[in-house]
């Protein structure tokens, strides 16, 4: 058989890359890892297993939350939870953090925000689905319960960000501010093997996602944007083609891999957008970066952004750094 990395190998080799590293953030990615291959089976078996459709609740946002957002929320929380990396953890379905002090979580370092089912008004119409994480290290002591403080950081201080992608196969993608790499699942083993290392957007690209459908609610700049790459401009490769998804990661995904931006920008009836600062943005950030892509908010660089509240939006801009610069001029 040739050789292939696993994920576990490959968090294990890298783990020299924290000066502080004392294997925690290591079992603390294991524990992603394991919960993200739970979630994907669900996920997988949903049409059969009755766990389609809304769950009959809105979350904090007032959204419906589909059975398997709510599943998929449980999973995450009880694996991280029943391990003793984290002291605390805040998710995209949960009005407010959970703080974890049991005595196993005593001397844990870090904290998790996650959104356990993005795009999840697909599920039911079996399109790519994921999961987004955001590790970073507390700011209140050790040993204390961890404080509304520890979650409210700017993206800069992320430890590591990732995503989980179902789609046509499930894939864990995540930095820890070293580059990008990809894990594709083998079903059939159980493991999760590199399958795309180091990756980097590609210089140019030509793909935009967007939803139009919102266009009258867009600013100027951003309906000028989108009327400029609706253009014919054979040299650059205008018009570009327009691929949306619904699921951020999914459009993420492809953009990254192939060259393209996501806008996801403020409009006359949601002034901040709709994406959330701190489940979406942040980790998606961090690692548009870490590919040498970019993401901003139509002005300023999401990473450095001071989160005020838990479930606060953001406009969302991100992609190969030549187009979300050239967005960002038509915005000024
Ligand atoms: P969710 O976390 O409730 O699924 O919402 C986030 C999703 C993103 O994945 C996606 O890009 C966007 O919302 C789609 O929103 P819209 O349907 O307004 O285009
Ligand atoms: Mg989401």
Not at 295 to 321: V, Y
Request: proline share 4%; charged share 25%; with cysteine.
């Amino acid at each position: 058989m040739e050789r292939h990395t696993t994920l576990g190998e490959f968090i294990i080799e890298n783990q020299k890359d924290f000066p502080y590293a004392k294997g925690e953030l290591s079992a603390l990615l294991s524990s992603i890892r394991l919960a993200g291959k739970v979630v994907n089976q669900q996920i997988n078996k949903a049409g059969l297993a009755e766990i389609l459709g809304k769950a009959g609740k809105e979350n904090v946002q007032g959204e419906s939350q589909a059975k398997l957002d709510v599943l998929a929320n449980e999973i995450f929380v009880s694996t991280l939870r029943n391990r003793g990396e984290i002291c605390g953890l805040a998710s995209e379905e949960l009005e407010d953090y959970l703080v974890f002090d049991e005595e196993m979580h005593k001397n844990a370092e870090y904290i998790v925000l996650i959104d356990p089912l993005d795009g999840s008004s697909n599920i039911d119409v079996d399109i790519t689905v994921g999961t987004i994480f955001s590790i970073y290290r507390r700011i209140s002591k050790k040993g204390t319960p961890a404080t509304l403080e520890d979650f409210l950081q700017p993206g800069i201080n992320q430890v590591a960000a990732g995503y989980l992608i179902y789609g046509t196969s499930t894939i864990l993608v995540y930095t820890t501010g070293n580059g990008v790499n990809g894990f594709t699942f083998d079903p059939g083993i159980g493991s999760f093997f590199l399958s795309h290392s180091d990756i980097k957007f590609p210089k140019k690209g030509n793909t935009y996602s967007v939803n139009e459908g919102n266009y009258v609610h867009f600013p100027q700049g951003i309906k000028k944007y989108i009327k400029w790459v609706q253009e014919l401009n054979e040299e650059e490769n205008r018009p570009f083609t327009s691929r949306y998804t619904g699921s951020l990661v999914a459009d993420f995904h492809r953009n990254m891999l192939l060259g393209g931006i996501y806008l996801y920008p403020q409009g006359t009836t949601a002034p901040k957008g709709k994406l959330r600062l701190l489940y979406e943005c942040n980790p998606m950030a961090f690692l548009a970066e870490q590919a040498g892509g970019k993401a901003t908010d139509g002005s300023r660089r999401i990473m450095e952004l001071q989160p005020q509240e838990l479930h606060e939006r953001a406009p969302f801009i991100c992609g190969n750094k030549e187009m979300v610069e050239k967005a960002e001029e038509f915005m000024q």
